[in-house]
């Protein structure tokens, strides 16, 4: 990659201890030689300097300029104006193609819990196409890729944005960073507590227990399981308790087995209740509610319906005040033979353009590094064997981000933190390798609040097993963001113990949705896709690792080098694709 490339330039001057104005970036890419500018302008800027200006740019190549050459003729700037990485040949066709959502109608399908999920939402990614993530043309709801709409910088070489040196690039490219607002809560980082004994397992679904059923408690007149056993036969009951066992009976029906604080009681959801739909949707340790009769002999609820914690459908998103972005990637893994390093620098590349100006905000939901022994041969697949050596690769990968870009990261089940979650956020040893643009480094899940906008990060280990366990039509690899509706409609990450999602102890349940955000981010699954449930846009990003041979055995088509980025004042998304 050519040092003209922004990201480069803005790379150098990291190297050199300097921070740089978006501006000052452009105006080095473009000068004549971008090398000899970097060096006069760190040269020239003054020592207490700790960010290079566009100012300090001009000052150097004037100087330069003025004692190497007589003054340019045109009375233009002396600043040649080559383009940007972006429009140089061979860098055009890697950039952004972006697939937009048609304004916010095409993000406002509300597949309502139980509704026909034939007629759920729109943005569907097709396996069967080489370009995965398009939009559904039958569908009419679909958010449709029309280049019009889209400032594409693929348009026309020629005429893309080429920096030039006025004054309205300079407008643009300077961030008000007092207008930045950026909260993580619910981090447990340093706040692990349990140390695997069998008590602690009992105080976690304890409190995944009493958070979930205050959820659950307005909508149905619940007694406990001890109480609902010494009740009359045949009145009418309900219980809120975690699923402890479903089992379907040898004439079709089912029996869940609840369990609450005081015991177990068992359902019987009979066949001809309508309710097939809802059971097939039950995850093991969950909290649900049902509601029913009971047996004449008081042993059995025979269940009339059935509710899950669930979000409401009147909740109510916040948005920024002002046009800002957010890009939600994950899954980066460097380190692997697979690690698309072509595409991360187009992406790193387009953040020094003016069209992400409103890019400020990047968040990484997790699998920054490929790791070590993470799966069987995986050190086949190595092009870095050493996990410290791969976040300092990370970092530098990192370091071709606009340095004044707020970062906010999650570790995955690739990175060098225990694997049960919540996984606590990175390390003393690892933190120190990433400190770069004094990245938020917190645990998964993390709760962000950027811009009045509330974000759910989770890495998405927990989608694996919703995809093992759910029909096809609910949770899907193609379509993960369904898989995260049910996440939400649970309000936990990671409902199921004991399965394939490592569960970890802890004094409190921190994989419990508390709060209900207005964004759900998660990745892991490697696969794009997005979509609203209930007023929750649920994001789940693609990859930037093309498909390994491990996971071409187990038929794993990643979606690799999308970018989806998300509007903070309108929730609307772009998908734009650097691959
Ligand atoms: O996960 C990338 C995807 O690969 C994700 O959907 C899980 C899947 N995966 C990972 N390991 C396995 C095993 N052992 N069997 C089946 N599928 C797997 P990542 O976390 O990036 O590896
Ligand atoms: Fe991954
Ligand atoms: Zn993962």
Redesign the pocket.
Known sequence: MPLESNARIAKALAERGYNAEREAVTLLAGATDPTAAIAATVDRAPDEALRITADHVREAIDHTDKSAAPPDETGQSPVETKGSSATEPGATETVADPVTTDGASAMDVDTGAASDPATADAPTVDPGTADPPTADPATADSPTADPATTDSPTADPATADSPTVDSATAADTSRDLDLRDLEVGNDMTGRSTGTGEYSDFVTTFRDRYERLSKVLRGRVNHRPAEAIANMPGGGDAAMIGLVNDVRSTKSGHWLVELEDTTGTFPALVMKDKGLADVVDEILLDECVAVEGTLADDAGILFADSLHFPDVPRTHNPGGADRHVQAALIS?V?VGSDEFMADAWHSFADWLHTPEADPVEYILLAG?MVEGVG??PDQDEELDIVDIYEQYEAFAEHLKEVPADTEIVMIP???DAVRLAEPQPGFNDEIRAIMDVHDARIVSNPATVSVEGVEVLMYHG?S??EVIAELPEEKAS?DEPHKAMYQLLKKRHVAPQFGGHTRVAPEERDYLVIEDVPDVFHTG???KLGWGKYHNVLAVNSG?W?AQTD??KS?N?DPDAGYAPILDLDTLDMTVRKFS
């Open positions: 899954d893994h699998d993470v799966y995955g089940n690739h280990v989608l694996d690899y892991h699954v490697h990859c690792q491990f996971q187990v794993i």
